[in-house]
């Protein structure tokens, strides 16, 4: 298989292709990983301490045994976050984790959070409740209070959406090129 460089584009300024090659490519590589894998780690901690508690999560995508499917994702997550931040076992790593991340994307454009917070009894309650809220959240409860939060859960759909479908490439980005340089696979010389 030919090198990943081997059929570029010519540069126009050539002088930048040792910074380009010998810093800026390994350290884009690295920083992704890394990041990639440390939000998994952040986001499987709270499932790897209560393995079976996205049961209920697993039951309603359908997949049973759930109870094996909610240990299976907690440990994907933290686990495999772990190894992906160390880039060990990269590729069945991250394609395990971006099947996973494609099924979170699919929830989250299929599911989505709704249109309302708050019904109108709750909305009108808004200013009665002022002298609980500080200063500062004025604007926001009044516009929270205009559309029972319909602005507020579309933003919070949007950032799922969007950072479930960039987590999602992220981790198949390394399913199909590995960890890169500077990762333990490659310090080891094998990969999968």
Same mark, same amino acid.
């Given at each position: @298989?030919?090198?990943?460089?081997? $059929?570029? %584009?010519?540069?126009? /300024? ?12 390994p350290l ?7 990041l990639t ?16 508690? @996205? %049961? ?6 359908? /997949? ?14 933290? &686990?495999?976050?772990?190894? /992906? ?15 996973? /991340?494609?099924? %979170?994307?699919?929830? $989250?454009?299929?599911?989505?959070? &709704?249109?309302?917070?708050? %019904?109108?009894?709750?909305?009108? =309650? ?27 859960? $579309? ?15 992220? =981790? ?7 960890g890169g ?5 490659? =310090? ?5």
């Open positions: @298989m030919p090198a990943p460089h081997d $059929h570029e %584009t010519p540069l126009i /300024l050539p002088v930048f292709r040792p910074f380009y090659r010998g810093f800026a490519e884009a590589w690295v920083v992704l990983r890394v894998g440390a939000m998994l780690v952040i986001e499987g901690w709270p499932k790897i301490q209560a393995p079976f508690a @996205m %049961t209920g999560f697993a039951e309603s995508l359908g /997949l049973w045994p759930a109870g094996f499917w909610s240990l299976a994702l907690a440990v994907l997550q933290f &686990g495999g976050g772990i190894l /992906l931040v160390l880039g060990l076992f990269t590729r069945p790593v991250a394609l395990a984790a971006g099947l996973m /991340l494609a099924v %979170t994307l699919w929830y $989250h454009l299929t599911r989505p959070y &709704g249109t309302a917070l708050l %019904t109108p009894e709750g909305i009108a =309650a808004f200013p009665e409740q002022a002298a609980l809220f500080t200063a500062d959240a004025g604007n926001s409860l009044v516009n929270l209070g205009r559309d029972g939060g319909a602005r507020f859960l $579309h933003q919070v759909q949007s950032k799922a959406n969007f950072l479930s479908a960039l987590w999602t490439v992220a =981790a198949l980005f390394f399913a199909a090129f590995g340089r500077l990762s333990l696979d490659r =310090a080891i010389g094998r990969e999968f």
